[in-house]
C-alpha cells in the first residue's frame, strides 16, 4: 500500500447529531474492544472546514467507515470529510466501507429526500462546490456497503462490520508483504510445517542471523492467516518489551487480546483460565532470546485450544528446542536473484538495474551476502547517487576482509548531518518503540527539526512506523549503540548518551564529577542501579546535559536506590522526567528556569509544585499525573506564558484549576480521575481550537465549569 504511513486502522465519518450517542458509539466500542487502533473525532463543536489535524488522520488511515445517516449531508464537514476520504481511496488504494443507517442507499446515490434538502441549503453559499459533495455521495453509494434496514439488528450490522473491517485490514497488510522479495517462498514453507488441517497444538520456530528477515516472515504468515483462528496476536520485540515493562505486563497484554478483556498482571495464571483452553488462537512471539522466559509465556501445548497455532523467531536455535518446537525453520541468505531485485528496488526503485551501473550492483551484492537488512540498507543509501558516489562506498567496504554488519550499516549513519545523527542515537539509545507524535514533541523541544529528521532515516531505513509507533530493527539499534559506546570505550563518562545502569553508577556515583560535557542524555532506571547519591558535584561538569529521565518503580516515591541533598541540574537541561519524585514540592534552584521545556513528575509525593513561584517562559509540558498528594497548582498565567501541555490525570487531591493558567498556546488539558475535583474554568478557544483536548472523565465532585 502506498502513500502515507498508516497510523489508524479506521476512520469514522459520521454527523455526531445523528448517530453519536447510539449507533457511531456502538461500533467504536467494538472496535476497541478488538483492539483495532481507530480515530474518532469527539469535538461537539466544528468549523465549517476541516482541520489540518483531520486531513492528517485521514491520510494515515487504513479503512474509512463512512456512516451515512439521514442529515449527513446537512454537514458540510462532512461533506469535506468524504471528498477526502474518496481522494484517499483513488490514490492510495484505500479501503471504504459505507453504512447506510436508516437511510434507503438510493436516496444517497441520487440525492433525494433529506439528502436533496440539505444540498440545496447550501448551493447558494457553496457554488460549484455542492456539484463535487453530489458526486460524492453518488460514488460512496455505489461501493458496497451495510444497510441498516436489511442486516438487523443492530448489533449484529456492528458485528458483520467489523469482520468486514478484519478481512480488509487483513488484506491490506497481505498486499504491503506481497511486495517483498521471495516472501511467498518463506509463506508455503510456513505454512507446510502449521499443518493447518491438524487439531494438535504445534509449535513452530523461525530461526536465523539477525537482519535476515524472521520478523518479515512472521509478519507476513500472521497477516495471512490471521482470520482462520477464532483469536490472534503478535508480540513483535519480546525481548525489548520485557526489559521494558516487564515479562507479566507482556503476558497479561496478549491475553488480554486473545480473551478481549482487560486482565492484570497479576492475573496471569494459566492454569486458573480455561477459556484459553477452548480457544483456537495464532500467536506470534518475535525476537524471543531466552527459552526460560518464553515458557513463562505460553507454558505448554495443552494451554491452548484445538488447531492452535504459535509461531516464535529466535536467533538462538537452542531457545525454540527447550520450548518443545515441533519444527523449526531456519531462514538462509537470499539466492542471487531475490538479492538483486531487493537491492534494485531500493537503489533505483525498480526490480533491476540501470544498465551501466551493472558491475557496480554485483559487487554491492557480493558484500551483502544474501542479507535482507544489509541489501536494503545499501540500496537506500546509494538512491539517486551517481557511480563516483557508489565506487567511492565500495572503496570504504574494501577495507573490510569480511562483511561486518556493525560497518556496513553504519554507513547510512555515517551519511547523515550532524542532528539527523543525533536524532537517530536518540531514538536507538532510548525510544525504540514508542509514539512517534511524542517522541517528536520532544526531539522539536530539544531544538530538533524532528519530522525532517525522522523522515530522512525513514528513507536510509534505519527506522520504520508501524502502528504509529517507532519500529528499529535491532541490528540497527545495537549499531546506535555501539557507536555511542566508541566515542570513549573506556570511559562512560565521556559519551553523549547513557542508557546501562553499571555505566550511570560509574559516572554518577563512583567518581564525583566524573561526567563530562559529552554527555546529552541520562536515562536511569532506579530498579537496576544500586545506591546513588545526587548532590552538586554529580552533574558539575555535564554542561551539555538536555535530557535526564528518573524511572522508579517504587509506588510510595520512597526509592532507597537514589537519594539526594541539595543540588542543581545543569543549566542547559531541557526536558526533566523523575517519576515518584519523593520530596513535597521542588527546590528553588533546582534546575534553569529559562530553559526548561518539559517537566515531568508523574506518581510524585508533592504537594505543591514550589514554595514560592518561579517563572519558566520556555516551559510547554507539565506532567503530574497521579500525583496523589497534590492539592494545587500555581497560576501559570503569568509563570508559564508559553504552556502547551497540562496534565494532572489522577490527582486526586485536586480541587480547584484555575482559569488564569489556561493560555492561547494550550493544546491539551487532562484532568480525568481528579476525583476531588470541584471546579474548573476553561476558556472557549481550547475547545475551538483543532488540537485541543479536555479531559474530565472520572471528575464526580465538579460543580463549576465555566467556558
Same mark, same amino acid.
Given at each position: 500500500?502506498?502513500?502515507?504511513?498508516?497510523?489508524?486502522?479506521?476512520?469514522?465519518?459520521?454527523?455526531?447529531?445523528?448517530?453519536?450517542?447510539?449507533?457511531?458509539?456502538?461500533?467504536?466500542?467494538?472496535?476497541?474492544?478488538?483492539? /483495532?487502533?481507530?480515530?474518532?473525532?469527539?469535538?461537539?463543536?466544528?468549523?465549517?472546514?476541516?482541520?489540518?489535524?483531520?486531513?492528517?488522520?485521514?491520510?494515515?488511515?487504513?479503512?474509512?467507515?463512512?456512516? @451515512?445517516?439521514?442529515?449527513?449531508?446537512?454537514?458540510?464537514?462532512?461533506?469535506?470529510? +468524504?471528498?477526502?476520504?474518496?481522494?484517499?481511496?483513488?490514490?492510495?488504494?484505500?479501503?471504504?466501507?459505507?453504512?447506510? =443507517?436508516?437511510?434507503?442507499?438510493?436516496?444517497?446515490?441520487?440525492?433525494?429526500?433529506?439528502?436533496?434538502?440539505? #444540498?440545496?441549503?447550501?448551493?447558494?453559499?457553496?457554488?460549484?462546490?455542492?456539484?463535487?459533495?453530489?458526486?460524492?455521495? &453518488?460514488?460512496?453509494?455505489? #461501493?458496497?456497503?451495510?444497510?441498516?434496514?436489511?442486516?438487523?439488528?443492530?448489533?449484529?450490522?456492528?458485528?458483520?462490520?467489523?469482520?468486514? $473491517?478484519?478481512?480488509?485490514?487483513?488484506?491490506?497488510?497481505?498486499? =504491503?508483504?506481497?511486495?517483498?522479495?521471495?516472501?511467498?517462498?518463506?509463506?508455503?514453507?510456513?505454512?507446510?510445517?502449521?499443518?493447518?488441517?491438524?487439531?494438535?497444538?504445534?509449535?513452530?520456530?523461525?530461526?536465523?542471523?539477525?537482519?535476515?528477515?524472521?520478523?518479515?516472515?512472521?509478519?507476513?504468515?500472521?497477516?495471512?492467516?490471521?482470520?482462520?483462528?477464532?483469536?490472534?496476536?503478535?508480540?513483535?520485540?519480546?525481548?525489548?518489551?520485557?526489559?521494558?515493562?516487564? !515479562?507479566?505486563?507482556?503476558?497479561?497484554?496478549?491475553?488480554?487480546?486473545?480473551?478481549?478483556?482487560?486482565?492484570?498482571?497479576?492475573?496471569?495464571?494459566?492454569?486458573?483460565?480455561?477459556?484459553?483452553?477452548?480457544?483456537?488462537?495464532?500467536?506470534?512471539?518475535?525476537?524471543?532470546?531466552?527459552?526460560?522466559?518464553?515458557?513463562?509465556?505460553?507454558?505448554?501445548?495443552?494451554?491452548?485450544?484445538?488447531?492452535?497455532?504459535? $509461531?516464535?523467531? *529466535?536467533?538462538?536455535?537452542?531457545?525454540?528446542?527447550?520450548?518443545?518446537?515441533?519444527?523449526? =525453520?531456519?531462514?538462509?541468505?537470499?539466492?542471487?536473484?531475490?538479492?538483486?531485485?531487493?537491492?534494485?528496488?531500493?537503489?533505483?526503485?525498480?526490480?533491476?538495474?540501470?544498465?551501466?551501473?551493472?558491475? #557496480?550492483?554485483?559487487?554491492?551484492?557480493?558484500?551483502?551476502?544474501? !542479507?535482507?537488512?544489509? @541489501?536494503?540498507?545499501?540500496?537506500?543509501?546509494?538512491?539517486?547517487?551517481?557511480?563516483?558516489?557508489?565506487?567511492?562506498?565500495?572503496?570504504?567496504?574494501?577495507?573490510?576482509?569480511?562483511?561486518?554488519?556493525?560497518?556496513?550499516?553504519?554507513?547510512?549513519?555515517?551519511?547523515?548531518?550532524?542532528?539527523?545523527?543525533?536524532?537517530? !542515537?536518540?531514538?536507538?539509545?532510548?525510544?525504540?518503540?514508542?509514539?512517534?507524535?511524542?517522541?517528536?514533541?520532544?526531539?522539536?523541544?530539544?531544538?530538533?527539526?524532528?519530522?525532517?529528521?525522522?523522515?530522512?532515516?525513514?528513507?536510509?531505513?534505519?527506522?520504520?512506523?508501524?502502528?504509529?509507533?517507532?519500529?528499529?530493527?535491532?541490528?540497527?539499534?545495537?549499531?546506535?549503540?555501539?557507536?555511542?559506546?566508541?566515542?570513549?570505550?573506556?570511559?562512560?563518562?565521556?559519551?553523549?548518551?547513557?542508557?546501562?545502569?553499571?555505566?550511570?553508577?560509574?559516572?554518577?556515583?563512583?567518581?564525583?564529577? %566524573?561526567?563530562?560535557?559529552?554527555?546529552?542524555? /541520562?536515562?536511569?532506571?532506579?530498579?537496576?542501579? %544500586?545506591?546513588?547519591?545526587?548532590?552538586?558535584? &554529580?552533574?558539575?561538569?555535564?554542561?551539555?546535559?538536555?535530557?535526564?529521565? $528518573?524511572?522508579?518503580?517504587?509506588?510510595?516515591?520512597?526509592? *532507597?536506590?537514589? &537519594?539526594?541533598?541539595?543540588?542543581?541540574?545543569?543549566?542547559?537541561?531541557?526536558?526533566?522526567?523523575?517519576?515518584?519524585?519523593?520530596?513535597?514540592?521542588?527546590?528553588?534552584?533546582?534546575?534553569?528556569?529559562?530553559?526548561?521545556?518539559?517537566?515531568?513528575?508523574?506518581?510524585?509525593?508533592?504537594?505543591?509544585?514550589?514554595?514560592?513561584?518561579?517563572?519558566?517562559?520556555?516551559?510547554?509540558?507539565?506532567?503530574?499525573?497521579?500525583?496523589?498528594? +497534590?492539592?494545587?497548582?500555581?497560576?501559570? =498565567?503569568?509563570?508559564?506564558?508559553?504552556?502547551?501541555?497540562?496534565?494532572?490525570?489522577?490527582?486526586?487531591?485536586?480541587?480547584?484549576?484555575? *482559569? *488564569?493558567?489556561?493560555?492561547?498556546?494550550?493544546?491539551?488539558?487532562?484532568?480525568?480521575?481528579?476525583?476531588?475535583?470541584?471546579?474548573?474554568?476553561?476558556?472557549?478557544?481550547?475547545?475551538?481550537?483543532?488540537?485541543?483536548?479536555?479531559?474530565?472523565?472520572?471528575?464526580?465532585?465538579?460543580?463549576?465549569?465555566?467556558?
Amino acid at each position: 500500500m502506498s502513500g502515507q504511513n498508516p497510523k489508524h486502522d479506521v476512520f469514522l465519518s459520521f454527523r455526531g447529531e445523528d448517530t453519536r450517542d447510539n449507533f457511531t458509539s456502538h461500533l467504536y466500542a467494538e472496535l476497541c474492544r478488538k483492539k /483495532i487502533e481507530t480515530f474518532i473525532d469527539n469535538k461537539l463543536g466544528r468549523g465549517e472546514e476541516i482541520s489540518p489535524t483531520l486531513h492528517r488522520a485521514i491520510k494515515e488511515s487504513t479503512v474509512y467507515v463512512v456512516i @451515512l445517516s439521514e442529515h449527513y449531508a446537512s454537514s458540510t464537514w462532512c461533506l469535506d470529510e +468524504l471528498t477526502e476520504i474518496l481522494k484517499c481511496k483513488e490514490i492510495y488504494g484505500r479501503e471504504v466501507i459505507p453504512v447506510f =443507517y436508516k437511510v434507503d442507499p438510493s436516496n444517497v446515490r441520487h440525492q433525494r429526500q433529506s439528502y436533496a434538502d440539505d #444540498l440545496v441549503k447550501h448551493q447558494q453559499r457553496f457554488g460549484s462546490k455542492v456539484d463535487a459533495w453530489k458526486a460524492a455521495l &453518488t460514488q460512496v453509494a455505489g #461501493l458496497s456497503g451495510w444497510d441498516s434496514h436489511v442486516t438487523r439488528p443492530e448489533s449484529t450490522l456492528v458485528t458483520k462490520i467489523v469482520k468486514d $473491517i478484519l478481512k480488509k485490514l487483513n488484506r491490506c497488510l497481505l498486499s =504491503y508483504y506481497e511486495g517483498m522479495t521471495g516472501i511467498d517462498t518463506h509463506i508455503e514453507q510456513i505454512q507446510s510445517l502449521l499443518l493447518l488441517e491438524s487439531p494438535a497444538v504445534r509449535i513452530i520456530g523461525i530461526w536465523g542471523m539477525g537482519g535476515i528477515g524472521k520478523t518479515t516472515i512472521a509478519s507476513a504468515a500472521f497477516g495471512k492467516l490471521a482470520l482462520q483462528f477464532s483469536s490472534n496476536n503478535i508480540v513483535l520485540n519480546v525481548q525489548q518489551e520485557i526489559e521494558k515493562a516487564g !515479562l507479566d505486563h507482556v503476558k497479561s497484554k496478549y491475553l488480554s487480546k486473545l480473551l478481549e478483556e482487560d486482565i492484570r498482571s497479576s492475573e496471569c495464571n494459566f492454569s486458573f483460565d480455561p477459556r484459553l483452553k477452548e480457544t483456537k488462537v495464532l500467536l506470534v512471539f518475535d525476537d524471543v532470546k531466552d527459552s526460560d522466559q518464553l515458557k513463562d509465556l505460553i507454558g505448554s501445548h495443552s494451554n491452548f485450544g484445538q488447531g492452535s497455532r504459535i $509461531i516464535v523467531t *529466535s536467533r538462538d536455535k537452542q531457545v525454540l528446542v527447550n520450548a518443545n518446537a515441533d519444527e523449526i =525453520y531456519e531462514v538462509r541468505g537470499m539466492d542471487h536473484q531475490d538479492s538483486l531485485e531487493l537491492f534494485c528496488l531500493f537503489a533505483f526503485k525498480q526490480n533491476h538495474p540501470i544498465e551501466s551501473y551493472v558491475s #557496480l550492483v554485483e559487487r554491492f551484492l557480493d558484500y551483502a551476502k544474501g !542479507l535482507p537488512l544489509a @541489501l536494503k540498507v545499501l540500496g537506500s543509501l546509494l538512491y539517486g547517487k551517481t557511480k563516483e558516489v557508489w565506487d567511492s562506498q565500495l572503496q570504504k567496504l574494501k577495507k573490510l576482509p569480511d562483511l561486518k554488519i556493525f560497518r556496513l550499516l553504519k554507513l547510512s549513519y555515517d551519511g547523515l548531518d550532524d542532528e539527523q545523527k543525533d536524532i537517530f !542515537l536518540d531514538i536507538a539509545c532510548f525510544y525504540r518503540g514508542e509514539l512517534e507524535n511524542a517522541v517528536a514533541q520532544i526531539l522539536d523541544y530539544c531544538g530538533f527539526s524532528a519530522r525532517v529528521g525522522m523522515d530522512v532515516l525513514k528513507d536510509r531505513c534505519l527506522i520504520s512506523i508501524l502502528e504509529g509507533k517507532i519500529w528499529m530493527h535491532d541490528l540497527i539499534q545495537e549499531m546506535g549503540h555501539e557507536t555511542v559506546r566508541l566515542q570513549c570505550v573506556n570511559d562512560p563518562g565521556k559519551r553523549s548518551r547513557l542508557w546501562k545502569s553499571n555505566d550511570i553508577y560509574d559516572v554518577l556515583s563512583k567518581n564525583k564529577g %566524573k561526567g563530562t560535557d559529552a554527555i546529552q542524555c /541520562i536515562f536511569l532506571n532506579t530498579k537496576e542501579i %544500586k545506591k546513588v547519591q545526587l548532590h552538586d558535584e &554529580t552533574f558539575k561538569k555535564m554542561h551539555n546535559l538536555r535530557m535526564i529521565r $528518573i524511572k522508579s518503580y517504587n509506588s510510595n516515591g520512597n526509592d *532507597s536506590n537514589v &537519594t539526594f541533598d541539595a543540588f542543581r541540574f545543569p543549566d542547559h537541561l531541557k526536558f526533566l522526567f523523575w517519576e515518584a519524585f519523593p520530596q513535597k514540592s521542588l527546590q528553588q534552584n533546582f534546575f534553569c528556569r529559562e530553559n526548561l521545556v518539559i517537566l515531568e513528575m508523574i506518581r510524585s509525593n508533592l504537594e505543591q509544585l514550589w514554595e514560592q513561584d518561579q517563572v519558566l517562559p520556555s516551559l510547554k509540558k507539565l506532567n503530574l499525573s497521579n500525583s496523589m498528594m +497534590l492539592q494545587g497548582l500555581p497560576d501559570l =498565567y503569568n509563570l508559564c506564558p508559553n504552556i502547551e501541555d497540562v496534565i494532572l490525570s489522577g490527582c486526586i487531591s485536586l480541587i480547584h484549576v484555575y *482559569s *488564569s493558567s489556561f493560555l492561547n498556546n494550550l493544546n491539551r488539558l487532562c484532568l480525568d480521575g481528579c476525583s476531588k475535583l470541584e471546579s474548573v474554568m476553561i476558556r472557549s478557544n481550547i475547545l475551538s481550537r483543532s488540537s485541543g483536548l479536555v479531559a474530565l472523565h472520572g471528575c464526580h465532585n465538579l460543580k463549576i465549569l465555566l467556558y
